[in-house]
């Protein structure tokens, strides 16, 4: 395991989706099993959502794990691709609370270019970083990561070592 700062926000209104899906799973097994609807239902809702997230964002996974792994460059390929997948669909992204049971604040596209800038950052290329956490500010501007990456970058510039 390494060293790798981990951002994650929470959007508590995802819970209600997540609710209602377990409950829809409970209600189906209570139909067929009623003394163990809600072992069978939650056991139910832990693996589809525990395969949604395993299949569907591969690339963000991997690059999660390269990251992890101090493995800068493919951590890059993978979250651009991550990126390029959530771009060409982006409904998947705008409605993961359902479509991926997620409850992250931060859309996957938003991730995967935070993580792109910071593993340059990591691999000392700062130039490519900059031009990443600005293309991140560009598409999120509301992103509060980005604001204190750019200014620590910016003070870095004008530190001498």
Known sequence: MSNVPTIRKFDWISI?????????LILVYYVIFPNQ????GSFTYLLISRSIRYFIPKYHRLGIKAMNEEEYEYSILNFEKSYQFFSNRS???????????SSSKMSYREMALNNIAFSYGRLGEGKKAMEYYLK???EFPENGVVDYSIRMMNSAKNTEL
Do not use: Q
């Open 16 to 24: 209600f989706p997540h609710l209602m899906v377990l409950s829809f």
């Open 136 to 138: 991140l500010k560009e």
């Open 91 to 101: 409904w998947i992204d705008k409605y993961r609370y359902l479509t991926l049971l």
């Open 37 to 40: 609807a809600l072992l069978f």
